[in-house]
């Protein structure tokens, strides 16, 4: 998942930017064996009624196949793959109820946030519950007190959209073991306007009834489904269809509007991605929030093996939307390489009530953070001296965390503290490790190979349905590469020794240097801001007593100023972060204007925009003697 985190840079002041990733994960069963299980009795079927909301809930009915033993478990996930964290879903569960095929009740018991003891099982014949969303309880308001990631999270909102991830409607038994591998019969009912967007393959040809079938319990949560009136484009690339479904709940976007920044990328990710991915289909689903209202705040994405789902603020302008697209999607587009494709025990097999976490977080979102920004330059979306940037910029991030905490170890605990704290060095330093060992692999086959040629091999020895050991992956990386990798592995990412990364960068001819970047409008070097915020107003404010930059002086911006819009846009606390985002996108000599309000006069200040350039400590290529090994290294 690929998560956005907005953070103060001073009390009440303005946003900062960065982003970080979370995953789903674990193997998938083909369509066509999917279908197969259409025809196997020992299966669960579960049924989702959208037509019949009541008090922001709905039902579910769950059919279980039959039981041998006199009492069961029923569970709603504690955590899912890939968003490592401890988020309760059972807590969105309400009248929790089983019966007998004569309709008696029988004895049940809740034994924890997510679990109900079933007596009687073997007479079992439904359970029924009704299911709240957690769109409209995040950030700790309502019954929920976890901060659910809202791309992993539920929205029901009768009659206009249904965010329905499986994972928060639909659980599982527990017998002697848990039966999750089992297939699973899944029934939506929805109202004739709304249409399902999603991987799965519907089988049912009402159009108020959709049937979906899913060969285990993570294919039925590894494939979302939302609910909306039809906004979809598709398209085709190298076979894999495309298919790109947008819930715009004022109408401000659209899937047509925003398909041509979605469609650029997906060419650019397949053309670099090669053989390696052989998916034929894919499903972007694109909530876009009304954060004015009690709706998703939790914005960023999070990945399935043949789908991603995404949540946005809807006041982003079309451009920063694009934009943000591009770096969001593809991050979980990578992970139909790693962790899908190539994955260990622990995901294969997720526990989804006593997670065992994998030591290999590195390669599942560092590998995927690195391929995120290295197609980007590979491909001609971003230029090399922006690709070094990148990097410099997850080097200082990861400076502010723990820089000897052994990765594995951080990644085998990462649910606990002090290793949860860390997490977000994954997206930091794990992409680094990505960046060292592509260096390793291209310097010792003289520019041939690179990582990911080493994904590829490692797809074709384990993929989709074929899990390695947790402790034999470092080996094995080492016998498809060279030593030099597997003592890397050993001494800086099992190991506490920080990485020396100028030695690393030096190897394709990149070295420190001063730079000269764009300042942001609204930052002094980078971190102080020029815009603060008056909390009782919500008003955005440029900070009195300080010199200006450019920017400000020729608008003729002056300190105290309230500032009540940019080009006919308002702003004001509640959407500083679309300013700072859309500022991102002004180029020198951009006609602007800007509302405000100064000594309770309003005016308006015309002018074209002046952006100011910082000099900052950053890497650049400089040895000519490897050119080549530079060259392999980005477009190779």
Known sequence: MKKLILSAILALS???YTASAQKKTSPKLPVKEQVKTNVNLNQVDAVIDLNKVKDDKVSVTITPPKFTTNEIVFHIPKTVPGTYSTDNYGKLVDDFKAFDKNGKELATSKTDDNSWKISNAKSLSKVTYMVNDTYDSEA??????????SPAGTNILEGKNFMVNNHGFVGYFEDKTQLTEIPYKLTILHPKDLHGATSLVDINKSDTEDTFLAGRYFDLTDNPIMYSKADIQTFTVDGMEIVFSVYSPNGIHSAKELLPDLEKTMRAQKAFLGSINTNKRYTVLLYLSDVGKNDAKGFGALEH???????????????????????????????TVT????????????????PKMSKHLWMYEGVTEYFANLFQVNQGLITADEFYQRMDGKINNSLTLNDTMPFTEMSANVLVAPYKDQYLNVYEKGALIGMCIDIIIREKSNGERGILDLMKKLSNEYGVNKAFDDDE??????????????????????GNTPIPYDTYFAKVGVTKAKIKVPANPFLKDQKIPFITVNPTTKEIVVVPGV????FMNTLGLKGGDIITSFNDK??????IYDL????????????ISVKIKRKGSEQTLNGKVKIDFDEVEGYMFSDESKTKLNNSWLKG
């Open 140 to 149: 700790g308001k309502g019954f929920m007190k976890e901060d659910i990631f």
């Open 339 to 354: 962790p899908l494709s190539i994955h260990s025990k622990e995901i294969q097999y997720f526990d989804y009530s006593n």
């Open 473 to 494: 992956l470092f080996d094995k990386i080492t016998a498809l590469t060279y030593p030099e990798v597997g003592a890397f592995l050993n001494t800086y990412v099992s």
């Open 547 to 550: 010199e200006l930059n450019s």
């Open 580 to 591: 700072i985002m859309v500022s991102q996108g002004w180029k020198t000599d951009d006609a």
């Open 570 to 575: 308002p702003y004001n606390l509640d959407n």
């Open 305 to 335: 093996h043949t789908s991603t789902t995404v949540v946005f603020p809807e006041s982003m302008d079309t451009e920063a939307l694009g934009e943000q697209l591009k770096d969001v999607v593809s991050h979980e587009f990578f992970h």
């Open 14 to 16: 303005v946003f900062s």
